[in-house]
């Protein structure tokens, strides 16, 4: 079964500088792999994924990631923070291989950018 | 286009009751996902409808059932509810089935509390 680990509950992080957001997956065969933001009281929003090709994917609002298959992990990084990306940030994994089986979400890590 | 929409937005319950949330989907979408997001956790999911039919579930009780209607709106419906059924509950649509790497659009969600 396939599963996602976010270690960091919490990262703080001044504006500008970079971010950087933990994600490790473990998945029977080639992941797709996603990362959502939640602001509050709101749904969830699509930021970028990883389904095959260069390991380095870009999204929306700046942000990047780094599929690395080596250490089964999507970290999500950004240049320069802005205030505005303080969140609630999910990492979530499907296996393609796995009909039926849904997206799995990490437990999620909020992201603090102090001004 | 339109994204997705959930109803009600809050509702608060007794325990044993039952509730119906509803979802519509995003225009062009014929996937609609569930999932149950507890406080101060990631998203849990629930079950899937692909054109019509439950296509994946994950681990909740029967209790917990759905539709999906012709035009892929949806419907949750919780029977003999339980204090911890008090959670966000989201809808997400997307097109193609469970295998798909189509990323899946949040509705807003309902707040459920059963006291």
């Known amino acids: 079964a396939q599963s996602v680990a976010q270690p960091e509950d919490q990262v703080n992080v001044a504006e500008g500088n970079p971010l950087t957001v933990k994600c490790t997956y473990s998945?029977?065969?080639?992941?797709?792999l996603f990362w959502y933001v939640q602001y509050p009281n709101r749904g969830l929003q699509f930021l970028l994924k990883y389904i095959t090709g260069d390991n380095l994917v870009k999204g929306s609002y700046g942000f990047e990631a780094e599929f690395n298959k080596s250490q089964t992990s999507f970290h999500l990084k950004k240049p320069s923070a802005l205030v505005s990306d303080s969140a609630l940030y999910f990492c979530a994994v499907r296996d393609p291989d796995n009909y039926g089986q849904n997206f799995v979400f990490g437990p999620g890590t909020r992201l603090s950018v102090l001004p | 286009e339109t994204g997705v929409t959930q109803s009600p937005t809050h509702l608060i319950k007794t325990r044993g009751q039952q509730v119906t949330l509803r979802c519509s989907s995003q225009?062009?979408?014929?996937?609609v996902s569930w999932y149950q997001q507890a406080l101060g956790q990631g998203p849990q999911f629930i079950f899937q409808y692909y054109r019509e039919e439950e296509n994946g579930r994950g681990n909740f009780p029967p209790r917990f059932s759905g539709l999906q209607f012709p035009n892929y709106s949806s419907e949750l419906n919780v029977n003999a509810l339980e204090l911890d059924d008090s959670a966000l509950y989201l809808c997400?649509?997307?097109?193609?089935?469970?295998?798909?790497?189509?990323?899946?659009?949040f509705g807003p969600g309902t707040r459920l509390t059963v006291l």
């Open positions: 997400a649509s997307s097109s193609g089935h469970s295998t798909s790497y189509n990323e899946q659009f």
């Open positions: 998945v029977s065969g080639n992941p797709y």
């Open positions: 225009s062009g979408h014929n996937t």
